[in-house]
């Protein structure tokens, strides 16, 4: 098998790599776990997540949900982190979504032990909330 086929598969089963089986029924590589996720409202936050879930996982989306100074660009919106948690359950995990800033340890804390106590646990992290700012 080439790097390429690898790349469209998973892992070296012959499965495609999209967390399903390639009968459409959920993978299970993270069966059972709990993930969070952070700024997962859109792009990659929110690819993660539906990943996760299509491997078996349920999972805490977060994402700050407002704009901020320093991005010069619009960030994620409320409306977007519900279609991140819709789409989550869609692939077949259970969604809790909040808005938490990652600025604020409290803040997250508080969306962290929520989310812990719908979905019972927490396994896996993925941070990966971010911006990117260029000044001049």
């Given amino acids: 098998m080439t790097a390429a086929d690898r790349a469209s598969t998973g892992p070296d089963d012959g499965t495609p790599d999209d967390g399903t089986r390639g009968d459409g029924t959920r993978g299970d590589r993270t069966a059972g776990k709990v993930a969070l996720v952070t700024g997962a409202a859109r792009g990659m936050g929110r690819s993660h997540a539906v990943r996760l879930a299509a491997e078996g996982a349920d999972v805490v989306v977060v994402d700050i949900c407002a704009d901020i100074p320093s991005a010069r660009y619009p960030l994620g919106t409320e409306e977007e982190l519900a279609e991140t948690g819709r789409l989550v359950e869609e692939a ?8 938490a800033d990652v600025r604020d340890p409290s803040n997250l804390g508080r969306a962290v032990d929520d989310g812990v106590a719908a979905l019972g646990r927490l396994d896996v992290v993925v941070a990966n909330a971010g911006i990117c700012t260029i000044q001049p």
């Fill in 92 to 99: 077949g995990g259970r969604a809790f979504t909040a808005v």
